[in-house]
């Protein structure tokens, strides 16, 4: 599978055609942004990992029941996906209150949700990404009711599974994002990544934080952390 045109750039990668229409080929950057794009940097061999720790998650919920976009890695940072249409909302689950969830319900980071929160935001950079809830994401045509369900029922069952591999590895899921799409026949697949660019990963036993979130706060160590993500879901 070659490289066509690019369809798209986003802030951490790129997207292109192929010559089959129902595939693309992402390419994972090292850019790092923060803070809808206020704040911007690198993050040595981001791509690489992202592009490796998202396959290999992708590869383990295809095990586990969930369709995801997944076709093929192609090389360190480049992957064939299938096509979708995304629909336009980042879909949030929760399993320790960090983040904005802390800063608006006033907890302090690191306390245990007694169960696990699903929230969704309107994917709109100039917006800031607004959180909806249901009643929005219909009015707005985003997504159908019976769409939803299948959203909320993927998204609890992905969070069990990945909590379940991620415990083996010596990692604490606090929350991530997830986006879904709609392939050429109008079925829901998982796509973008599951990355520490998009999941806040904390060492079990000492809480440190192995994720963006270094990049963030200024934490410093960013790269290692990346590579320690790495190294641990690889079971090395
Ligand atoms: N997240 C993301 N992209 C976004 C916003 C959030 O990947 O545009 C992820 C983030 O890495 C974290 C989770 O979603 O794992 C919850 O993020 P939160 O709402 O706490 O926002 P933040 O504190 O990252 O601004």
Not at 75 to 96: F, G, H, S, Y
Not at 190 to 201: G, K, M, N
Request: net charge neutral; proline share 2%.
């Amino acid at each position: 599978m070659h490289k066509k045109v690019q369809l798209y750039e986003g802030k951490a990668k790129k997207v292109f055609a192929t010559e089959n229409e129902e595939y693309c080929i992402v390419s994972y950057k090292d850019d790092a942004t923060a803070f809808n794009g206020q704040k911007k940097g690198q993050i040595q061999g981001k791509g690489s990992i992202n592009n490796r720790v998202t396959n290999h998650f992708m590869q383990l919920l295809e095990k586990n029941g969930i369709p995801t976009h997944f076709v093929q890695e192609l090389n360190a940072t480049e992957t064939v996906v299938k096509k979708v249409n995304i629909i336009p909302l980042e879909v949030i689950v929760r399993n320790i209150a960090a983040g904005s969830l802390a800063s608006r319900l006033g907890l302090e980071e690191g306390v245990k949700m007694s169960t696990p929160v699903l929230e969704y935001c309107y994917k709109n950079d100039a917006l800031g990404d607004p959180m909806v809830n249901e009643y929005h994401i219909y009015a707005m045509q985003f997504a159908t009711r019976e769409e939803l369900a299948y959203i909320a029922e993927y998204a609890f069952k992905i969070n069990k599974i990945l909590i379940e591999y991620l415990e083996k590895c010596n990692l604490e899921l606090v929350d991530f994002k997830l986006e879904f799409g709609k392939d050429c026949k109008g079925q829901i697949l998982l796509a973008d990544e599951i990355s520490p660019d998009t999941c806040r990963f904390w060492d079990a036993k000492t809480k440190e934080k192995l994720d963006k979130d270094r990049f963030r706060r200024n934490l410093g160590d960013v790269s290692e952390a990346y590579e320690e993500v790495l190294k641990r879901v690889f079971g090395q």
